[in-house]
Nanobody, 121 residues
Framework: QVQLVESGGGLVQDGGSLRLSCAAS????????MGWYRQATGKERELVAM???????TYTDSVKGRFTISRDNAKKTVDLQMNSLKPDDTAVYYC???????????????WGQGTQVTVSS
Protein backbone atom coordinates (compact mmCIF):
# COMPACT_ATOMS: atom_id res chain seq x y z
CA GLN A 1 0.00 0.00 0.00
CA VAL A 2 1.36 3.40 -1.00
CA GLN A 3 0.46 6.63 0.78
CA LEU A 4 1.20 10.26 -0.09
CA VAL A 5 0.76 12.73 2.74
CA GLU A 6 0.78 16.46 2.07
CA SER A 7 1.32 19.40 4.38
CA GLY A 8 1.82 23.13 4.22
CA GLY A 9 -1.33 24.61 2.73
CA GLY A 10 -3.15 27.55 4.23
CA LEU A 11 -4.24 31.17 3.85
CA VAL A 12 -1.81 33.82 2.67
CA GLN A 13 -2.08 37.36 1.36
CA ASP A 14 -1.43 38.41 -2.22
CA GLY A 15 2.34 38.41 -2.75
CA GLY A 16 3.03 36.01 0.09
CA SER A 17 4.75 32.63 0.16
CA LEU A 18 3.89 29.08 1.12
CA ARG A 19 5.77 25.81 0.98
CA LEU A 20 3.99 22.54 0.29
CA SER A 21 5.53 19.20 1.20
CA CYS A 22 4.59 15.66 0.29
CA ALA A 23 6.01 12.40 1.61
CA ALA A 24 5.52 9.01 0.01
CA SER A 25 5.55 5.84 2.09
CA UNK A 26 4.70 2.19 1.82
CA UNK A 27 5.68 -0.48 -0.65
CA UNK A 28 7.77 1.53 -3.12
CA UNK A 29 10.30 0.05 -5.51
CA UNK A 30 11.02 3.02 -7.76
CA UNK A 31 9.60 6.54 -8.00
CA UNK A 32 9.66 8.04 -11.46
CA UNK A 33 8.20 11.54 -11.59
CA MET A 34 6.69 13.45 -8.69
CA GLY A 35 4.80 16.69 -8.73
CA TRP A 36 1.83 18.85 -7.97
CA TYR A 37 -1.52 19.42 -9.59
CA ARG A 38 -4.15 21.92 -8.53
CA GLN A 39 -7.87 22.29 -8.97
CA ALA A 40 -9.69 25.56 -8.49
CA THR A 41 -13.42 25.66 -7.92
CA GLY A 42 -15.25 25.09 -11.17
CA LYS A 43 -12.08 24.32 -13.12
CA GLU A 44 -10.32 21.20 -14.27
CA ARG A 45 -7.31 19.82 -12.46
CA GLU A 46 -4.09 21.15 -13.98
CA LEU A 47 -0.43 20.27 -13.67
CA VAL A 48 1.49 22.89 -11.71
CA ALA A 49 4.98 21.40 -11.64
CA MET A 50 6.69 18.06 -11.96
CA UNK A 51 10.20 16.76 -11.35
CA UNK A 52 11.60 13.56 -12.82
CA UNK A 53 14.00 11.27 -11.02
CA UNK A 54 16.71 12.75 -13.26
CA UNK A 55 16.02 16.14 -11.66
CA UNK A 56 14.57 17.78 -14.75
CA UNK A 57 11.52 19.93 -14.11
CA THR A 58 8.42 21.17 -15.88
CA TYR A 59 6.24 24.10 -14.82
CA THR A 60 2.98 25.41 -16.12
CA ASP A 61 3.50 28.86 -17.65
CA SER A 62 1.54 30.77 -15.02
CA VAL A 63 3.91 29.76 -12.20
CA LYS A 64 7.28 29.98 -13.94
CA GLY A 65 9.64 32.22 -12.02
CA ARG A 66 7.47 32.08 -8.90
CA PHE A 67 7.28 28.40 -7.93
CA THR A 68 10.16 25.97 -7.41
CA ILE A 69 9.80 22.22 -7.15
CA SER A 70 12.37 20.00 -5.47
CA ARG A 71 12.64 16.41 -4.32
CA ASP A 72 14.66 14.29 -1.94
CA ASN A 73 14.93 10.79 -3.38
CA ALA A 74 16.29 9.27 -0.17
CA LYS A 75 13.37 10.62 1.86
CA LYS A 76 10.83 10.12 -0.95
CA THR A 77 9.59 13.66 -0.62
CA VAL A 78 8.66 16.44 -3.01
CA ASP A 79 8.30 20.09 -2.08
CA LEU A 80 6.80 23.07 -3.83
CA GLN A 81 8.04 26.51 -2.82
CA MET A 82 5.47 29.08 -3.88
CA ASN A 83 6.47 32.75 -3.91
CA SER A 84 4.70 35.88 -5.11
CA LEU A 85 1.38 34.13 -4.71
CA LYS A 86 -1.66 35.57 -6.47
CA PRO A 87 -5.39 35.11 -5.88
CA ASP A 88 -5.49 33.06 -9.10
CA ASP A 89 -3.28 30.48 -7.36
CA THR A 90 -6.13 29.67 -4.98
CA ALA A 91 -6.95 25.98 -5.35
CA VAL A 92 -6.68 22.57 -3.78
CA TYR A 93 -3.17 21.30 -4.47
CA TYR A 94 -2.61 17.59 -4.96
CA CYS A 95 0.70 15.79 -4.75
CA UNK A 96 1.26 12.87 -7.10
CA UNK A 97 3.98 10.31 -7.63
CA UNK A 98 4.49 7.84 -10.45
CA UNK A 99 5.55 4.70 -8.61
CA UNK A 100 6.58 1.15 -9.38
CA UNK A 101 5.76 -1.15 -6.47
CA UNK A 102 7.76 -4.06 -7.79
CA UNK A 103 6.96 -7.29 -9.49
CA UNK A 104 4.99 -7.10 -12.73
CA UNK A 105 2.75 -4.21 -11.70
CA UNK A 106 4.34 -1.46 -13.81
CA UNK A 107 4.16 2.22 -12.91
CA UNK A 108 1.01 3.82 -11.51
CA UNK A 109 0.10 7.32 -10.36
CA UNK A 110 -0.66 7.75 -6.67
CA TRP A 111 -2.28 10.84 -5.18
CA GLY A 112 -2.32 12.73 -1.93
CA GLN A 113 -5.53 13.84 -0.26
CA GLY A 114 -5.14 17.49 -1.30
CA THR A 115 -4.32 20.62 0.63
CA GLN A 116 -6.11 23.95 0.31
CA VAL A 117 -4.16 27.05 -0.69
CA THR A 118 -6.06 30.33 -0.45
CA VAL A 119 -4.55 33.64 -1.54
CA SER A 120 -6.47 36.70 -0.42
CA SER A 121 -6.38 39.97 -2.33
Amino acid sequence: QVQLVESGGGLVQDGGSLRLSCAASGRIFVINSMGWYRQATGKERELVAMIRNSGTTTYTDSVKGRFTISRDNAKKTVDLQMNSLKPDDTAVYYCYANIHVGGYSGYSNYWGQGTQVTVSS
